[in-house]
């Protein structure tokens, strides 16, 4: 199979699934003909394995351990388990602390943040934790992308504007239309590989695979 293929019918998407290579996690055999990777059912069963395992949260390094059975799955779901009840610990903590300050009926600019602060500091020196810094913004991730496939598309479309212009402008002068037409399809391409890749990277992101793998 070829990795398209592999990542419809997994649905993990081409991108992981080269991550998961690079990590030495999946290793596809490479066809002697034109020395592209060739995928069968082993590869199907073990990206299948990875999804399960990352789904529920578990780093690359822990799923390393149970391919090469350094732990078995029980050993490794007890490490999880672990890490999920101190998530779970503070996660408990930051809702109490949010109903009390939800009792606080006044203006931000009235608020005094120092006694709640105190108690954070308090509950942080014995393991407690208020920042998950693996969530990110998802709507931050879509500004980057969007923002440099407009600019993009801007400039290829102010280009053919301009073509366009100085035909209509001096006729005589410019060029044949037939090369301004060519030279107009340079910016359009331009214009259709950009969207096409911006369509991409929003579904990318929209699936959440690619921030799974950049977790570890």
Known sequence: MRINEVE???GITKKNIRFYEEK?????RRSSENGY???GQEEVD?????KLLRKLGLPI???RRMQEGIQTVGDGMRRHLVTLERERRNLEESLRLCRLLQEREEPLGQLDPESVLEEMARLEESGASFQDTRRQDVRMRYVAPIAVSAALVTL???LMTLFIWAFLTDPERSPPLALVLVLMAVPALVIAGVLLALGQ?????????ADDAKQY
């Open 8 to 10: 419809a019918l997994v």
């Open 24 to 28: 030495g996690l999946l290793a596809p």
């Open 37 to 39: 990777r060739d995928y």
């Open 46 to 50: 073990v990206l299948r394995r990875i």
């Open 61 to 63: 390094e822990e799923i």
């Open 156 to 158: 290829m479309a102010a």
């Open 201 to 209: 990277r929003i579904e990318e992101i929209g699936k959440g695979e």
